[in-house]
């Protein structure tokens, strides 16, 4: 649940403006929590408190395997490292609204009730937005967003989604996890498979099970994800084999998604799990919402300023693929696809 921490000026509860405070201050908090209800923010990214100015986020190697050593031998040591790190620090943003005087003198509560609940439709807003750009701008080391460039390279250096990913043992070929193939049941069930047989830096398979798919808010690829997922009977045959991607998935239509450079239709598939246990998707919120009210003894309105600390960035790669997209690796060649209803383009 979103936190919201209200202060207001000395004396404002025995000022003109004295009654209108609290129910204000009702509409902030309340609006902020809705939304945090509806926010992907939660799914898509673990979500860290932090008390710093910034936070390193980091990984460890799996350590070897256990050895037999007969009756009475020695034990091996098993060797263990520090993996890829990376630091996230987060930024101050701030907005503000006024209420005049005239307002509150005039009983225009609709006015006052829409003033105080668009301030919090912007910072929610705000928030979804840089998460749904941070997650886009994946397919790059770096974004832009409001004016300023943010850092969408993962631990290892390489963007959140590349071909490259590499070892920091070396004990791995490079892995990818940006596939080419646009979204249809075959290419689901190959970038479900390639996750599966992702690996950590020594070598070893991991134990990833992406459970949710995130989609733009477009309407083929609504009607493709759920054809592929939303039956028990494979559309594509005529004595409609059993699908057993039915009914596994987790769906998210986000439509705070923004474009993805070099992807006409891109899709994603999550494994939250993971994501969680191993600081996949990283979002640091430092200050939460803190909702300050004064007097403007110029004008006579009562001003309202809002500031928040936070900010997000990506560790672990291994957590996520993005698939429809330009440069990717192709995981199905075009002559294998199910000719079914749940290709990309119908």
């Known amino acids: ?94 907005s503000q609204f006024s209420i005049t005087k005239e307002m509150v003198e005039d009983n225009k509560m609709l006015e006052i009730s829409q003033q105080a609940l668009g301030f919090t439709d912007s910072y ?70 390639a996750m599966q047989n992702f690996k950590d830096d020594n070598g070893f398979v991991l134990n990833i099970a992406p459970d949710t798919i995130i989609i733009p808010n477009d309407y083929t690829l609504k009607r493709d994800v759920f054809a592929a997922v939303g039956a028990d009977k494979d559309p594509a045959t005529a004595n409609n084999g059993f699908n057993y991607q039915y009914g596994r998935w987790n769906i998210i239509v986000w439509p705070y998604l923004t474009k993805v450079t070099d992807a006409a239709k891109p899709w994603f598939l999550l494994d939250s799990h993971y994501n969680n246990s191993r ?11 803190s909702v300050h009210s004064w007097v403007d003894e110029n004008n006579d309105n009562n001003v309202w300023n809002g500031r928040a600390r936070f900010s997000a960035g990506f560790n672990n790669w291994r957590a996520i693929c993005i698939g429809g997209v330009t440069g990717g690796t192709q995981l199905i060649s075009s002559s294998s696809v199910s000719g079914s209803s749940a290709s990309s383009e119908g």
Request: aromatic fraction near 10%; charge should be neutral.
């Open 279 to 289: 600081a996949g998707l990283v979002w640091i919120d430092r200050i939460p919402l």
């Open 1 to 94: 649940m979103a936190e919201v921490v209200f202060s207001k000026a000395s004396g404002l509860n025995d000022s003109f403006f004295g009654k209108s405070q609290e129910p204000i201050q009702m509409l902030l908090e309340k609006d902020v929590e809705a939304f945090e209800q509806m926010s992907a923010i939660p799914k898509l990214f673990k979500k860290v408190r932090s008390h710093n100015f910034a936070e390193k986020i980091t990984s460890r190697t799996s350590m070897g395997n256990f050895a037999p050593v007969g009756e009475g031998g020695v034990y091996p040591k098993a060797s263990i490292q520090e993996g890829y790190s990376k630091t996230v620090e987060p930024d101050t943003w701030k």
């Open 124 to 193: 929610n807003r705000t928030r979804e937005l840089f998460a749904g750009a941070m997650l886009a701008g994946g397919v790059s080391t770096k974004m832009n967003f409001a004016s300023k460039t943010y850092d969408t390279s993962c631990a290892d250096g390489r963007p959140l989604f590349s071909k490259e990913h590499p070892s920091i043992t070396g004990n791995t070929t490079v892995q990818s996890n940006r596939f080419a193939d646009e979204f249809s049941l075959d290419a689901l069930s190959a970038a479900e498979t």
